[in-house]
């Protein structure tokens, strides 16, 4: 089992920073992928951005050139948010891949607002 806690939500005018974190326990070393999603009201959940098993970290579209994620050991992976925009307020979900059977977990989430 993988567990997930994210920190470092909150209240932002558009244009500033916010930086999210996110540590892992349990099997950590089971993990394959780590990274962030986010859910906006009434929309479905997207990938924000991830460190796969192998390879560079993968970004969507919307928020590349903004964001950078990052990962300083096995277990702790963040994600600096700078040029934020009122679109991104959302929940944001820490999430892992893990095991040989690729489980899913995700954290509670963390609520980011971007005020325009």
């Known amino acids: 089992q993988v567990q997930l806690v994210e920190s470092g939500g909150g209240l932002v005018q558009a244009g500033g920073s916010l930086r999210l974190s996110c540590v892992a326990t349990g099997s950590i070393f089971s993990i394959n992928t780590l990274g962030w999603y986010r859910q906006a009201p009434g929309k479905q959940r997207e990938l924000v951005a991830v460190f796969p098993n192998i390879g560079s970290p993968n970004y969507s579209d919307s928020v590349k050139g903004r964001f950078t994620i990052s990962r300083d050991n096995a277990k702790t992976v963040y994600l600096q948010m700078n040029s934020l925009k009122p679109e991104d307020t959302a929940v944001y979900y820490c999430?892992?891949?893990?095991?040989?059977?690729?489980?899913?977990?995700w954290g509670q989430g963390t609520q980011v607002t971007v005020s325009s």
């Open positions: 999430y892992a891949n893990w095991g040989r059977w690729n489980d899913n977990s």
